[in-house]
């Protein structure tokens, strides 16, 4: 199954943070609904993963630097059992 994005009002080109999740499967949908609550149009979910035996699933989010601890801090205290990924950056680096 492609990737599928949940949100897609702002372009990927402005959220050149991502971060991979794993959650189970069964709650993937509450994952959504939770994040995309919590952070709007400051987020993007793609779907890169799903073990549709209810396994694990794995999401790539797209945020902006300047949302990454609000979306930290929303997966630990909203979804303690998910597994943080690797943090990475899109695009050049400004420093």
Sequence with gaps: ???????T???RIALPCSLTLRI???RAERTHRCLLEALGNAIQIDD???????GRST?????????????MHTIMTSLPEAE????GQIGPQVH
Excluded: E
């Excluded at 890169?48 to 209810?54: F, K, L, V, W």
């Design 1 to 7: 199954m492609p990737p599928r994005s949940l949100s």
């Design 9 to 11: 009002a702002v372009p």
């Design 24 to 26: 189970d499967t069964p």
């Design 48 to 54: 890169i993963a799903s073990d549709s035996r209810g």
């Design 59 to 71: 999401l790539l989010l797209h945020t902006d630097p300047a949302h990454l601890d609000a979306l």
């Design 84 to 87: 943080f990924g690797p943090i």
